[in-house]
């Protein structure tokens, strides 16, 4: 068994060994197909990588919104001081402001532009508001939820969650995020195609080779075997060249960010891959050039036979 | 499979045709026995390679009954065939040398693609190669060697792995006659250490200075059986 096993050991040691040999042999041909493998994986992983940056920048922002409760009319000012003070209290919330109704009334003059015609009105239509600004760590449900145990006090006569602006970017992120994906299937395919390419080109010029290890007693899968080594070896050169890629792109931009940053004054700044997005990187590369090497290499074998 | 043990080669009323050609071998019948050499000869397109395809398992008989090292041909599964050949060793006629590597890597391919240890190829790429006289030009690639030598590569890579069985495809087709001999006695010694040989060839003077059995195809058909004939006369 240990026998076995060696032997298995020293013969993939072997193979890989040969698998470097025949790269080096034909280096441009090599680096080309490296290259278009790290750009076309560059697209998905650099998408990623701005989607994640904005979810890291968004994540401070008000996730919870902000709820408006319109207050009863009758309510006292006294009251709904103490309603506010009792709010205050709630985990949830961050933040309560107060708006009276004078204030709410002054406000609405102001921002309207149909101040004269409230001047009509004998009495202030407006009710008093209470603002209530949620912690940040609120998700939107937790908000949605807040605003149920709200509108449960008797003073308010109705209340509403403004959660937009937030929700829209948050939705357009998550759409992002799955165009990510589909255009990384979609690459995939494309990475995919190109490693088959180059093995197959591989297979057609060693057919000799090939026929002759057939005839010699050589199985399917020892013959396989180094076009699948050479097909893992150019998806994790790919993808290493993809991270290259990005590293020198986030090189580039990172000088404008800060001072873009600055001007906000602000701390952003461009996150690269991390240690373990950068191995899943490389691990998709060796995955992409096994399956394409797989696909051809088993096709184009079957073909060759000796005569 | 009593009779495996004793024959090598079993073909009971063979037939072998092409796609859309005639019959490239006609009822071929005969046997050969572990440890025996003959020769096949005839005219050129008599079938003689046909019959080395056939028990190579490069081609597959049409109709009839080979069994090769105790191994019906018609059955034997297509992932099997590489176990079957690792008994095999095949000289070409045109050699089939790879010419990106060195004489020694050549000799060595029957040993890598059966996994045989790194200390134990050396050892026995280098006899096999002393055999056949080659051993200083084991770092050259065969590309510069002449078609004799080439020719001697390829039999130290048919040999290098110890086959049951050595099959030879006008083994001498391309060298004159001195060398002819030094091949004759090459294939004279390996079947003296137990291998069983059958060589096709057209060039006589071999089979008559070899005293070997003769199968003689004509047209496809086994029209001479000197092995037969030997037996009649008695």
Do not use: C
Not at chain 1, 82 to 110: G, N, P, T
Not at chain 1, 122 to 129: E, F, G, I, Q, S
Not at chain 2, 145 to 157: D, F, K, N, T, W
């Amino acid at each position: 068994m240990i026998q076995v096993l060696k032997r298995y050991g020293r013969h993939h040691r072997h193979v890989l060994a040969a698998t470097l040999v025949q790269l080096a042999r034909a280096p441009l041909a090599s680096a080309m197909t490296i290259a278009a493998i790290g750009i076309t994986l560059a697209l998905p992983t650099g998408l990623y990588l701005v989607i994640d940056n904005l979810q890291r920048v968004s994540r401070g922002w008000d996730t919870g919104g902000q709820i408006s409760l319109f207050l009863k009319r009758d309510a006292t000012e006294a009251a709904i001081d103490k309603l506010a003070e009792r709010i205050r209290r709630v985990r949830a919330v961050a933040r309560v402001e107060v708006v009276s109704r004078a204030q709410a009334l002054a406000e609405f003059k102001r921002m309207s532009g149909f101040g004269d015609a409230l001047n009509v009105l004998d009495r202030n239509p407006l009710p008093a508001v209470l603002v209530v600004h949620p912690t940040s760590k609120l998700s939107a449900e937790g908000s949605r939820s807040l605003l149920q145990d709200l509108r449960g006090y008797d003073l308010v006569e109705s209340a509403q969650l403004d959660l937009e602006w937030v929700q829209r970017l948050y939705a357009l992120l998550g759409l992002a995020e799955r165009a990510v994906w589909a255009l990384g299937a979609l690459l995939s395919l494309a990475v995919l195609l190109t490693v088959g390419n180059t093995i197959r080109l591989a297979v057609s010029n060693r057919r000799d080779e090939i026929e002759v290890m057939k005839l010699m007693g050589g199985t399917d899968a020892f013959i396989r075997r180094p076009f699948l080594y050479s097909g893992v070896i150019h998806g994790v050169l790919g993808a290493a060249v993809t991270w290259l890629i990005l590293a020198v792109i986030q090189w580039f931009l990172s000088d404008s960010v800060s001072e873009l940053a600055w001007s906000y004054d602000s701390e952003l700044r461009i996150e690269g891959l991390t240690v373990s997005a950068s191995v899943a990187l490389l691990v998709v590369g060796a995955f992409l050039g096994w399956v394409g090497s797989r696909l051809t290499v088993s096709r184009h074998l079957r073909a060759i036979e000796p005569t | 499979m009593f009779a495996s043990a004793v024959h090598m080669i079993e073909f009971h009323h063979v037939f072998k045709r092409y796609p859309g050609e005639y019959d490239a071998l006609k009822n071929v019948s005969f046997k050969m026995e572990r440890g025996e050499m003959a020769f096949v000869t005839g005219h050129s397109g008599a079938g003689k390679t046909t019959l080395l395809k056939l028990i190579s398992l490069i081609e597959r008989p049409t109709r009839g009954q080979a069994i090769v090292n105790g191994k019906n041909l018609a059955k034997l599964a297509a992932r099997r065939v590489p176990y079957f050949r690792r008994e095999l060793g095949i000289v070409f006629q045109n050699f089939k040398l790879l010419f990106d590597r060195s004489v020694y890597d050549n000799v060595a391919l029957p040993l890598i693609v059966t996994g045989v240890e790194a200390r134990e190829v050396g050892k026995r790429v280098r006899a096999a190669l002393d055999k056949v006289g080659l051993l200083p030009k084991e770092r050259l690639n065969p590309v510069v060697l002449s078609g004799g030598e080439q020719q001697r590569v390829g039999i130290a890579r048919a040999i290098v792995h110890r086959p049951a069985l050595l099959l030879a495809d006008e083994p001498t087709g391309n060298v004159d006659i001195v060398l002819a001999e030094g091949i004759l006695d090459l294939f004279l010694d390996f079947n003296n250490h137990g291998v069983t040989v059958l060589i096709a060839t057209h060039d006589q003077r071999l089979i008559n200075r070899a005293h070997k059995r003769m199968l003689v195809l004509t047209h496809g058909e086994i029209a001479h059986d000197s092995a037969e004939s030997a037996q009649a006369a008695q």
